[in-house]
């Protein structure tokens, strides 16, 4: 599983999941959001340049080489796309 930390109490972690990914929003004894998506879907996402991916609890938001993480449509960070994508890389 990979981790990448959204601030001093969140992280964003990928988890492999049959031929899927896990995306798992969580605090240090709590998950508060999961989806479950292709690594193909997820690397088109990042190919655009303005784009929203999910609709529900946990959605995500590129603009530019920024991604906004929202659990029920509130903003709770920032990702670099840069990290994101190599992220992907390292899951095949």
Do not use: W, Y
């Not at 031929?19 to 479950?36: N, Q, S, Y």
């Not at 193909?40 to 929203?52: C, D, S, V």
């Amino acid at each position: 599983m990979q981790r990448i930390a959204l601030n001093d109490s969140l992280t964003l972690s990928f988890e492999p999941f049959d031929k899927k990914v896990r995306l798992i929003v969580a605090t240090i004894d709590e998950e508060l959001a999961c989806r479950k998506e292709t690594v193909k879907n997820l690397q088109a996402f990042l190919k655009l340049e303005e784009a929203n991916i999910f609709k529900g609890r946990l959605q995500l938001n590129k603009h530019g080489d920024v991604i906004e993480l929202n659990i029920k449509n509130k903003p709770i960070a920032l990702v670099s796309s840069k990290d994101f994508e190599q992220i992907l890389n390292n899951l095949q």
